[in-house]
């Protein structure tokens, strides 16, 4: 009997498994618009912890107008340490300084991409960053403002983390 239960269990293999599978790209072109209308339209994940969905902001890296709304102004941009002595640090090894130029604010060990322009004038912004550093992502609202003609950067941040008092920045020359 097991003589015969080999040969019989091949050939049921064989038919199971034989002939090519044509349930491939060539198929999805035969199924009528009602078919495809019956089918349920594929779920797309929502956190509803995260921030308004925002698209960045296009970005011009020379923007000429101080104010444009799609990049920091300007009058904002260089190179600002939170003491005018931390000025002379050698680049890179400055860790008060903060860079800013068209899109970006580089800090010592993390980076700010420009993500969304709230508010803009010659002088201010109140933009929303996406910072990474040290393996962190995360997202930060800022506010950037001149003061004393232009020789202090006045930054107040708001949200989580966020550090409670303004910050200041003396801009620092070339």
Excluded at 23 to 38: F, R, V, Y
Aim: glycine share 10%; hydrophobic share 40%.
């Amino acid at each position: 009997m097991t003589r015969f239960m080999l040969p019989a269990m091949v050939l049921l293999l064989a038919a199971c498994s034989g002939g090519e599978d044509k349930s491939g790209p060539e198929d999805t072109a035969e199924i009528s618009p009602l078919q495809k209308a019956d089918r349920p339209a594929p779920e797309t994940a929502v956190d509803e912890d995260l921030p308004e969905a925002t698209e960045p902001a296009p970005v011009q890296e020379k923007a000429e107008s101080a104010g444009d709304g799609k990049s920091i102004p300007a009058a904002i941009r260089g190179r600002w340490a939170l003491k005018a002595a931390d000025c002379a640090a050698k680049r890179g090894t400055d860790l008060t300084a903060l860079v800013i130029d068209a899109a970006n604010l580089r800090f010592f060990e993390s980076h700010g991409e420009l993500a969304r322009v709230r508010e803009s004038g010659a002088e201010r912004i109140v933009a929303d960053y996406r910072f990474s550093g040290e393996g962190e992502e995360w997202d930060r609202r800022m506010q950037l403002e001149l003061a004393d003609g232009g020789k202090t950067l006045v930054r107040r941040d708001s949200g989580e983390g966020a550090a409670a008092e303004p910050i200041r920045y003396t801009r620092c020359a070339g």
